[in-house]
């Protein structure tokens, strides 16, 4: 996969990039991903990205001129990009999102910022993407959460085990089970038995039960669509 990210603020993606699994990821080459200055875009003195709105109000608007000028650059050769833009009110992202995402070969990601984009951009956006109900300063830390998401989905990026245990759970939605590691017992704190005891399908129905258990209390709604769904075993309706 590719992807190029469109942003205002570059240097917010150095360390994200760097480190971690999505870092080896792109260091081994399992996928590409490029940031660009959209100043870089300008063609003024000032490298100016961002004017005042039209009809007036508050803040600035980003411009639309310098990124067309990215976006018919970046797209003149290879596959089109599928297009992405961060911003409070777009749809929500999930992991159904992210599992849609990763299996797409190209994807851009425009960072918006200040209080928006120039409508006209949104002629290039395949989906506006919202990773909340709030609002940030900017559209970087949400284009960070979705690449996160979307490139430890790709084969080969996560370790296999890592990867079997998030297929099993998550893209149900299904909250994950509890994690024990050594010692045994820490400050009275016991790890449950059925972990020790080494009984595989005990411990794999025990998980699935916590997992259950624990989407209900807190995620109803999760186990409501995943029976509307049939996407729920007799026994985990049990
Ligand atoms: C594209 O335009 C944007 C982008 C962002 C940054 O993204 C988010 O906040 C976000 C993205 N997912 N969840 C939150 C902020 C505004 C904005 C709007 C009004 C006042 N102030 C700022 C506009």
């Known amino acids: 996969m590719r992807i190029d990210v469109l942003t205002v603020l570059p240097g917010l993606f150095d360390c994200f990039l760097k480190e971690g699994v999505i870092g080896k990821a792109i260091s081994s080459g399992k996928v590409e991903v490029k940031v660009h200055n959209i100043r870089d875009f300008t063609t003024d003195k000032h490298r ?3 004017d005042v709105p ?3 109000g508050p803040g600035m608007v980003l411009k639309p001129e310098p990124i067309f000028r990215a976006y018919d650059e970046l797209t003149k050769e290879g596959e089109k ?3 992405l833009l961060t911003e409070p009110w777009g749809e929500k992202f999930n992991q159904e999102m992210a599992v849609e995402l990763s299996k797409k070969p190209r994807l851009m990601i425009i960072c918006g910022r200040y209080e928006g984009v ?3 951009v949104k002629s290039l956006v395949d989906r506006e993407v ?3 109900d709030y609002v940030l300063t900017g559209g970087e830390l949400p284009a960070m959460v979705i690449m996160d998401a979307v490139l430890r989905l790709i084969p080969g990026v996560l370790g296999n085990l890592e990867s079997l245990r998030a297929d099993s759970f998550s893209d149900r939605g299904l909250l994950g089970y509890p994690n024990y ?3 045994a017992e820490f400050r009275g704190m016991k790890v449950p ?3 020790l005891s080494g009984h595989h399908k005990k411990i794999e129905s025990w998980r699935k039960e ?3 258990r624990k989407t209900l209390e807190r995620r109803p709604e999760i186990i409501e669509n995943l029976k509307r769904k049939g996407l729920l075993t007799k026994e985990e309706l049990e």
């Open 193 to 195: 038995e059925v972990l």
């Open 181 to 183: 590691t050594r010692p």
């Open 118 to 120: 120039d409508e006209r």
């Open 48 to 50: 100016v990205v961002d």
């Open 54 to 56: 039209y009809g007036g």
């Open 210 to 212: 916590q997992s259950l």
């Open 130 to 132: 919202s990773i909340g």
């Open 81 to 83: 990009p599928y297009v």
